[in-house]
């Protein structure tokens, strides 16, 4: 069975700061890993994935991550924080080919302007 | 670019009452999902489909939830009676992944059910 744990329901950094948001997954399998934004009374859009490609992954809008197998890690990162990134952030996990998504509770973004 | 379309955007409705869901998605994507998003949490899923057949409703509530996707290509999830803990996002997303390969599931803007 697969899961995320996304440590910090909350989240607040200044503009310009560096955002760090924390995902922990459990997999059974070799997973692929998910980054999704939602803007309030919106879908999900895709930041960015990890396949087992590359373990640093390039996203959208500036956000990267890492995959750390030896911490089952795949923390989202941004260098410098931007009012429009405000969100929720959620982390997600699948096996392989068209499984579900399992999602973490996700993160609340606030940027201190 | 092309899009995931639900309708409505919202909806409200009263307890016991029936209420339906629409989806369209991508075009050429063949497996579609249908997620519940309650307030303050992480989408759940509902139910999946490969082209026109149930993959997974392990998590559907049957007694009162049921999904359609008759020819492939849209779908629609029923409630019926709703109650006040249906109250939540429904979201629609679909993809191009299959058993074999993985792709990312692209989401539409969501139904906000509130159940008065």
New interface residues.
């Given amino acids: 069975a697969q899961s ?1 744990t996304q440590l910090g329901s909350h989240v607040s950094v200044s503009e310009g700061a560096l955002v760090l948001l924390r995902c922990n997954y459990s997999s059974s399998v070799p997973p ?1 890993l ?1 980054w ?1 934004v939602q803007y309030p ?6 930041l960015l ?1 990890y ?1 087992s490609a590359a373990t640093l992954v390039k996203g959208i809008n500036g956000f990267e991550a890492e995959f750390k197998k030896s911490e089952t890690s795949f923390h989202l990162t941004k260098p410098s924080a931007h009012m429009s990134d405000a969100a929720e952030y ?1 982390c ?1 996990v ?1 096996p ?6 399992t ?4 993160t609340r973004l606030t940027i201190i302007p | 670019e092309a899009e ?1 379309a ?1 309708s409505p955007r919202y909806k409200i409705t009263e307890k016991s009452q029936a209420v339906a869901f629409w989806c369209d998605p991508i075009s050429g994507h063949a ?1 579609l ?1 249908w ?1 519940r998003q309650i307030l ?6 509902l139910v ?1 489909f ?1 082209d026109e057949s149930v ?2 409703d392990s998590q559907l509530p049957k007694d009162r939830f049921s999904a359609e996707r008759l020819k492939g290509v849209d779908s629609t999830l029923k409630i019926q009676p709703a109650e006040l803990g249906d109250s939540a ?1 429904y ?1 629609c ?1 679909s ?1 191009l ?6 792709y ?7 139904t ?1 059910l509130t159940v008065t």
């Avoid at chain 1, 999602?103 to 996700?106: A, C, I, N, P, V």
């Avoid at chain 2, 303050?40 to 899923?45: D, I, K, N, T, Y």
């Avoid at chain 2, 992944?97 to 993985?102: H, I, K, L, M, V």
């Fill in positions: 995320v692929y998910f999704y009374n919106q879908g999900l859009q895709l994935k396949t959620f997600a699948t392989f080919g068209n499984e579900k998504l999602f973490g509770t996700g | 995931v639900q497996t999902y997620y303050g949490q992480g989408p759940e899923l999946q490969q993959v997974d996002m979201l997303a993809s992944a299959t058993r074999e390969w993985s990312e599931q692209y989401f539409g803007p969501g906000r």
